[in-house]
C-alpha cells in the first residue's frame, strides 16, 4: 500500500509540476502584481486596492465588460446555431462513414491556415470598394457601399464565428454520434416529426456536447483582443484590448487587475454552466 | 377476434443494392395472433419486421391491415408500434416521460398525458419505478418500461424485435410468459422476431420460418414443429433427425425414435455418444451414409435395456413419423 501511494504521487508529479508552473504561479503572480502601484513611470510592490478601486468605479471598465459580453453572446448564438445545424446533418443525414469523416475534415481544413490571415482575408472582402460591396453595386441591391461591413461590430461577430464556429461543432457532433439511431426511430415510430425530434431528443441528448462548445466560444471570444483591434479597425474595445492598453503602457498593475476581474467573470460563468449539465459523462 | 383487422405481407421485397433481403414474401396474420419470425441472423426477418413497422422502405410489394394499405405510412399512422431490440428509450426521460412520449407529441395535456402513462405503468407492473430514468432500471424493467410505451398508442399490431435477447435466461423465461399473458391479455396481434427456436414455440400461434430472405414454412407452431416441410425448418427447429433414406430425404423426431435389435430395424447404427439429460438419455449413433442420428429415450426405457459406446443397434420409427422433406 505504501509502496503504491509513492508511486501514485510520482505519476501524478510530471503534470502537476508542468500545471504549477505554467499554471498555477503566472495566475499567483497575476494576482500579486494586480495589488501593486504604479506611477507614469514606475511600478511598485505594494498591497493596496486601488488598481480594483480604479477599474469597478470607471464607467468605461463597465462598458467595456459589456461590449465583451455582447459579443461573447451574439457570437454563441451564431456558433450554436451553425454548429448544431453542421453537426446534425453531419450526424444524421450522412449516411456513410466515409463521407461523414470527409466532411468532418473539410470543416477542418480552414484551421490548417493561421487565425490572423483567416481574419485578414475579410478586410478585402469586406472594406468599402471590396468584393461584397462591389457585386451588390453590381447586382443593383445597393447604390452606395455599405460602411458597416467592415471595421465595425458586425466583421467582429463576422470574425469570431467565422473562427470559433469549429470549437462549437466538433464537441456537439461528438455527442450527438453516439445518440443510439434506434432513438430516432423510437421517435417516429411515437409520431414525432422530424422537428419534434430534434426538440425533444436529439438537442436534450447533445447539452453536454453544446456545453464544452459553449464554454470554448465564451473562453475565446472573452479573451480575444486581437480579433478585435483588426476587424474593428481600432474602434471598439473588448476587455482583451483593455489589457493590451494597459501593457502598452507599463501598468502592468492595471493590467493585472483587469485580467483578475476577467478571469474571475469567465469562471463564474463556466461555473454556471457546469451547474446545468454533467460534462465529465462525456469525457 | 376482429376480422377487420388482419396483417397481410403481399410480395414483400427488401432489395439492398443487388442484395435481396427480403424476396417476395406473402404471409397473412390473423388479427389477435401471436407470431414468430423464425430464422438465422441475415435471414430477412428483422428487414421484415421493420419493414411493417416503417423504419425500412419497402422496395417492392405492399402490406395491408384491416384491409388497409399501410406500405407507405409514416410509421405512427400504420396501426403498428415496436419494441426495439435494446429497448430504445430516451435517457434523458424518466420512464413516465417515455412512456407518454408519443401523447406529447400529438399534443395532449400533461394531466391526460400523465394519467395514461400511469394506467400503462400499472399494466406493466412499473407504478413504483415511474420517476426513475431508464439508466437506474434492470434489463427486464427497461423491458416493461418498452412496452409501455409502445402499447400507450393502442396499437393493432406490436412488432417486437428480438425483445428478449438483451436479457438473462432466467430473466428470458419469465419476460416470456409475461409477453404471452400480456397479449392474451390485450388481444391484439403480436409480431416477434426471434433467431431462438424454444423461444419461437413457447410462445408463438403461428411461426413464419425464414431462410434466405424467404419464408421456409410457416403455420400453427404445432403443425410446422410436427411436419417440417424442408430439412432446413427440421434442423432449425432442433429435436429432428434428418436423414437420407433410400427413397428420399425424411425428418424423424428424435423422441419418436426406437432402439431396437438391428435385423427389425430400418437403418443399422452403432452408437458413438450416450448423454444422460435426467429425465432422458440422448444416444447418438452413426448410421450408414456416415450420418449422425439422435434418439431421445425415455430414462426408464433406456436404463431398463442399456447400451454401451461402439454396440451395433437397430433404429425404428413408425411409418407416420417420419416426414418426407423437399429438399
Redesign the interface.
Known amino acids: 500500500m505504501r509502496n503504491n501511494s509513492v508511486i501514485g504521487w510520482l505519476l501524478a508529479a510530471p503534470l502537476s509540476l508542468v500545471l504549477l508552473v505554467f499554471l498555477v504561479a503566472p495566475v499567483a503572480m497575476i494576482v500579486v502584481v494586480s495589488f501593486w502601484g504604479a506611477t507614469e513611470w514606475s511600478i511598485y510592490p505594494a498591497f493596496q486596492f486601488d488598481n480594483y478601486e480604479f477599474l469597478l468605479t470607471s464607467n468605461v471598465t463597465f462598458r467595456v465588460f459589456f461590449n465583451t459580453l455582447k459579443y461573447a453572446a451574439i457570437t454563441w448564438v451564431f456558433t450554436l446555431l451553425i454548429g448544431v445545424t453542421v453537426a446534425y446533418y453531419l450526424a444524421f443525414h450522412i449516411r456513410s462513414q466515409t463521407w461523414q469523416v470527409a466532411l468532418f475534415l473539410l470543416c477542418t481544413i480552414p484551421f490548417l491556415t493561421s487565425n490572423i490571415i483567416r481574419m485578414i482575408s475579410w478586410i478585402p472582402f469586406l472594406g468599402r470598394n471590396g468584393i461584397a460591396n462591389s457585386t451588390l453595386i453590381s447586382m443593383g441591391v445597393i447604390d452606395e457601399p455599405l460602411e458597416w461591413l467592415l471595421f465595425s461590430d458586425f466583421s467582429v461577430i463576422l470574425a469570431f464565428v467565422h473562427l470559433y464556429t469549429l470549437f462549437m461543432i466538433v464537441p456537439i457532433f461528438n455527442t450527438m454520434m453516439r445518440i443510439d439511431k434506434s432513438l430516432m426511430e423510437a421517435a417516429a415510430d411515437a409520431g414525432a416529426t422530424g422537428w419534434q425530434t430534434l426538440w425533444h431528443v436529439v438537442i436534450p441528448l447533445s447539452k453536454p456536447g453544446i456545453m464544452i462548445g459553449t464554454i470554448f466560444v465564451v473562453a475565446l471570444v472573452m479573451g480575444d483582443f486581437i480579433t478585435v483591434r483588426f476587424m474593428s479597425g481600432s474602434q471598439s474595445a473588448n476587455v482583451g484590448r483593455m489589457i493590451q492598453n494597459d501593457i502598452a503602457l507599463l501598468q502592468y498593475p492595471s493590467a493585472s487587475a483587469t485580467a483578475v476581474i476577467l478571469l474571475v467573470t469567465v469562471l463564474l460563468m463556466i461555473g454556471t454552466l457546469l451547474r446545468f449539465v454533467d460534462i465529465r459523462k462525456e469525457l | 377476434m376482429n376480422q377487420k383487422l388482419d396483417l397481410e405481407l403481399i410480395s414483400l421485397t427488401k432489395r439492398y443494392g443487388a442484395t435481396v433481403a427480403v424476396d417476395a414474401i406473402g404471409y397473412h396474420f390473423s388479427a389477435g395472433t401471436y407470431a414468430c419470425l423464425l430464422g438465422p441472423s441475415g435471414c430477412g426477418k428483422s428487414s421484415t419486421l421493420r419493414m411493417i413497422?416503417?423504419?425500412e422502405n419497402i422496395s417492392d410489394g405492399s402490406i395491408t391491415l384491416g384491409g388497409r394499405d399501410i406500405s407507405h405510412l409514416?410509421?405512427?399512422?400504420r396501426g403498428t408500434?415496436?419494441m426495439?431490440?435494446?429497448y430504445?428509450?430516451?435517457?434523458?426521460l424518466s420512464v413516465r416521460d417515455n412512456v407518454a412520449?408519443?401523447l406529447?407529441?400529438?399534443g395532449v395535456d400533461t394531466a391526460t398525458r400523465r394519467a395514461r402513462a400511469g394506467e400503462m405503468l400499472e399494466l406493466v407492473d412499473m407504478t413504483a419505478l415511474a420517476d426513475r430514468l431508464p439508466a437506474q432500471l434492470s434489463g427486464g424493467q427497461q423491458q416493461r418500461a418498452a412496452l409501455a410505451?409502445?402499447l400507450i398508442?393502442k396499437p393493432d399490431v406490436l412488432l417486437l424485435d428480438e425483445p428478449l435477447s438483451a436479457l438473462d435466461p432466467f430473466l428470458r423465461i419469465r419476460m416470456r410468459a409475461e409477453l404471452k399473458k400480456l397479449q392474451r391479455e390485450l388481444g391484439i396481434t403480436f409480431v416477434h422476431v426471434t433467431h431462438g427456436q424454444d423461444e419461437a414455440l413457447a410462445l408463438a400461434d403461428e411461426i413464419v420460418v425464414m431462410n434466405d430472405a424467404k419464408i421456409e414454412q410457416a403455420g400453427k407452431t404445432r403443425n410446422v414443429f410436427d411436419t417440417p416441410k424442408t430439412a432446413f425448418v427440421a434442423r432449425f427447429l432442433g429435436s429432428h433427425n434428418v436423414v437420407a433414406m433410400p427413397d428420399g430425404m425424411i425428418a424423424v423426431r428424435s423422441d419418436a425414435l426406437k432402439v431396437t435389435p438391428v435385423e427389425a430395424a430400418k437403418l443399422p447404427g452403432t452408437i458413438t455418444n450416450i448423454e444422460y439429460q435426467g429425465t432422458h438419455v440422448a444416444l447418438t449413433a452413426t448410421v450408414p451414409g456416415k450420418q449422425e442420428v439422435t434418439a431421445l429415450l425415455s430414462d426408464k426405457e433406456f436404463f431398463g435395456n442399456p447400451k454401451d459406446l461402439g454396440e451395433a443397434i437397430g433404429l425404428d420409427w413408425q411409418a407416420e413419423a417420419a416426414h418426407a422433406l423437399a429438399r
Open positions: 413497422a416503417g423504419h409514416p410509421p405512427a399512422k408500434a415496436m426495439f431490440q435494446n430504445a428509450l430516451f435517457p434523458h412520449f408519443s406529447k407529441m400529438s410505451r409502445a398508442t
